[in-house]
């Protein structure tokens, strides 16, 4: 049980979907989701791929846990070569769609080719259909999903699909699902559609299975206990992730407009609390309600409500509903980046990116970027059509976003990213990323584990990956001085590893605030069949995290991509807790290829790849 | 004292361990397609709704039956569809007036909920207390403690303030 055992290959030149079955082999080395598709991944393509090529394939893929009914099972992964960053990609979205896809009898859905005109798949359990998309191109995600459940005559469909910025090219195109949740970052949303591939939709009725029913729902129930009684997880509850907005902007490694400072002084106005902050003009909080995803105890989900006064939506009724809500890293990105603390434009923004398929972060930080390419006068009226983009503009924010959802005007500009943007206009120094990919809402000189999650980073600058922010700054388990670099290399690795774990299995990672590797452990024992022992799950961490490496680097990447932007190794920060420290990549990088045990060059030395089986 | 499930939307966040504790219940498997409960996301009022059979006293489902497939379950109150019995003819779908028996196409029968024999697993399942499973006789209790909670505003410092200066 756990696994189907059963994968859907769909290959869109051939207009062919078959069914094969799971490589059993690998599932017992890298479980499923991230590290199982990652495998797929690695063994079917070059990796030196064009990733909008029709040659780089496309992996949805569920875990053992997704569709039980243990706490946040509602996960699935888009792995692919990321057009983003020309790394290996691994977006990860909740929502509803990743259990459906898992119910329809799937453990992975491999989406090959590219079809001639645009198309969208239809997975009605066994029933897999590609139906012609002429209809649905050009139209927003939210569109898209209303119109596959109307012309299905199904309202229980699940749909995950791209919006314009997929179509148009956006190198930050996400795949969204369930209208509010995306496989966010690295553009996985941009190889779909260059597969000319709109949308997948799912139906499945064949339920999930597992291995010891007893005991599993013993472990299921202590550890939704366990969520319920930690203050952490509680946090999420009632303020989401962006109840850390104010605690991470007093610590000062709040990045603030394109990483020039590291406080905003509007923060507490975008901020978690000011989402339940009642307005003057209608009388309502922005905050409707919490929501979860699929068999998710937390709910750390926000559905807000723009200002029907505001001028972002007045003249725009569609935009009056509820819908999903500010995100901290979409707060941040679109917000104190871009030095705006307007939490309706925020919120009319994120609408925008969700309704159109865009990464939040890097589509808010490309426009950090630009906007300090136009106040610096590198670029002006005439590059940007008119835009002012001037850093603390609500208004320039609400024009970009909607030019950039369509790929129109400027809109074109940023949708290439910040890294591209700045090198088009001759002032790459501008561009805050790594590996092409922009950074999240945590400044590295005041919390130096993340100079090294960042920089090491397999996707590109990211949070997700090595979040030492939960040592560094909120005490979770332990507490590091966030401003040493010792000990850092040997938590970056635990923390690279134990997320690769835990994104391998199916659930969220946000339980790890309340839980350790332990419980995810226990879940996956009880769910699954052979032996998953602590030992073997912290291996498969480490496995999963050199199989990307590996991929990286017959890629091309090198040592040379383990870096960080200059002003973040060079300029010391003004403010907060690193006053007048840079992020000390330098001291701790060496001493983590060895820890990882690969060469001074950042391979995986032979002895590494034997040891764990890559 | 029979009790009954008392849905309470305001809670719910959506996250469908109600669905998923149904289906287990009835299969053995996770598929929320099986569940007995539903959750009614209404995304553009960011309302979730859980939705499920009352129970009704006179049960239009048991009197169209025609081949008295639906019974009583004399202490739990709850309308039971006797499998062996019911020949899959879909009449109590049509009388039903809330939607809540539904056919089942791979057993050929229809379900509805049956109260768990009396300990249903989607309320053990909530995480948030949406669904709680109470004396039928009071379901509406918590909402007239929240309304008399707010009839009395302010009545309480007005009571205690006389009795102060008696004191003194």
Redesign the interface.
């Known amino acids: 049980m756990t696994w189907h055992r059963k994968i859907l290959r769909v290959n869109l030149t051939k207009g062919t979907c078959e069914t094969e079955p799971l490589n059993m082999e690998w599932a017992k080395l890298y479980l499923g989701s991230r590290g199982l598709a990652s495998k797929y991944l690695y063994e079917e393509i070059d990796p030196k791929v064009d990733p909008i090529a029709p040659d780089n394939k496309l992996i949805l893929a569920t875990g053992p846990l997704t569709?039980?009914?243990a706490?946040t099972s509602g996960r699935y992964v888009a792995v692919t070569k990321g057009a983003l960053t020309g790394a290996i990609a691994c977006s990860n979205s909740g929502g509803?769609f990743g259990?459906e896809l898992k119910?329809a009898g799937y453990d992975m859905l491999i989406l090959e080719g590219r079809a001639k005109e645009p198309v969208y798949l239809m997975i009605n359990d066994d029933d897999v259909r590609i139906l012609p998309a002429d209809k649905l191109w050009g139209k927003s995600v939210w569109e898209t999903e209303e119109w596959i459940k109307k012309t299905h005559q199904d309202p229980?469909i699940r749909v995950a699909s791209i919006g314009v910025a997929g179509e148009t090219g956006s190198k930050y195109a996400c795949i969204v699902n369930d209208?509010h949740r995306a496989a966010g970052r690295s553009g996985v949303g941009t190889v779909m559609g260059s597969k000319n591939l709109k949308a997948v939709a799912v139906r499945?009725?064949?339920?999930?299975?597992?291995e010891n029913?007893r005991e599993f729902m013993q472990v299921a129930q202590a550890t939704?206990t366990d969520l319920?009684e930690s203050a952490f997880t509680n946090g999420l509850t009632q303020y989401g992730t962006q109840g850390v907005t104010s605690v991470i902007n007093a610590t000062g490694i709040y990045p603030t407009r394109n990483h020039q400072q590291v406080q905003f002084e509007g923060a507490d106005k975008i901020g978690g609390e000011a989402m339940f902050e009642v307005r003057e003009t209608d009388g309502r909080t922005n905050m409707?309600?919490?929501?979860?995803?699929?068999?998710?105890?937390i709910?750390c989900?926000r559905?807000?409500?723009i200002d029907p006064n505001h001028f972002s939506v007045k003249d725009k009724p569609q935009y009056h509903?509820?819908?999903g809500g500010l995100e901290y890293e979409s707060s941040w990105a679109m917000g104190g980046d871009c030095g705006i603390d307007d939490l309706e434009a925020l919120t009319y923004a994120n609408f925008i990116c969700n309704e159109q398929g865009m990464d939040t972060i890097s589509f808010g930080a490309s426009l950090a970027a630009a906007m300090e390419l136009y106040e610096r006068g590198y670029i002006t009226d005439k590059e940007t059509g008119g835009l002012k983009l001037k850093f603390g503009s609500a208004e320039a924010l609400v024009e970009a976003v909607e030019l950039a959802g369509k790929g129109e005007g400027f809109g074109k500009d940023l949708g290439l990213g910040s890294k591209l943007l700045c090198e088009k206009y001759g002032h790459p120094e501008v561009a805050m990323t790594v590996k092409g990919q922009e950074f999240a809402a945590y400044d590295p000189r005041g919390a130096q584990g993340m100079s090294l999650a960042y920089a090491t980073s397999n996707r590109g600058a990211c949070h997700l990956r090595g979040y030492t922010i939960a040592v560094e700054i909120f005490g979770v388990g332990t507490k590091l001085d966030p401003l040493t670099t010792e000990g850092k290399a040997e938590i970056t690795k635990l923390a690279q590893d134990t997320t690769s774990a835990v994104d391998s299995t199916g659930l969220c990672m946000f339980p790890n605030f309340a839980w350790t590797l332990d419980q995810y452990q226990q879940l996956v024992q009880a769910d699954s069949e052979g032996d998953w022992s602590m030992e073997k799950m912290m291996e498969l961490g480490e496995r999963v995290w050199n199989l990307e490496r590996l991929f990286n680097n017959k890629a091309g990447l090198t040592t040379a991509d383990d870096t960080l932007p200059k002003r973040l190794l060079e300029t010391p920060a003004e403010t907060g807790v690193g006053k007048g420290l840079v992020a000390l990549l330098d001291k701790m990088l060496p001493e983590y290829y060895e820890l990882r045990g690969w060469t001074p060059d950042g391979q995986p030395s032979n002895d590494t790849i034997k040891r764990l089986n890559v | 004292m029979q009790k009954s499930l008392n849905i309470d939307p305001n809670k719910c966040t959506g996250c469908l361990q109600c669905e998923m504790a149904c289906a287990y219940e009835l299969e053995g498997s996770f598929n929320p397609a099986h569940s007995r409960i539903k959750i009614f996301h209404f995304e553009e009022q960011g309302r979730f709704v859980p939705y499920t059979c009352t129970q009704c006293a006179e049960a239009w489902c048991l009197h169209a039956c025609p081949v008295d497939a639906i019974k009583m379950d004399a202490t739990t109150g709850a309308k039971v569809v006797d499998e062996a019995t019911c020949v899959g003819c879909k009449v109590c779908t049509i009388a039903c007036p809330f939607g809540t028996v539904n056919y089942n196409q791979s057993s050929g029968k229809v379900i509805k909920c049956d109260l768990c024999g009396g300990d249903p697993a989607c309320a053990k399942a909530c995480p948030t207390e949406a669904i709680t499973y109470v004396d039928a006789n009071w379901t509406g209790l918590d909402k007239m403690r929240e309304w008399a909670a707010k009839t009395d505003t302010g009545t309480t410092t007005a009571a205690a303030k006389p009795s102060a200066p008696a004191g003194h």
């Open positions: 569709g039980t009914s706490s509803f259990a119910f229980l209208l499945g009725t064949t339920g999930v299975k597992v029913p939704k319920k409707v309600r919490n929501s979860a995803c699929f068999g998710c105890t709910a989900g559905v807000s409500v509903n509820a819908s």
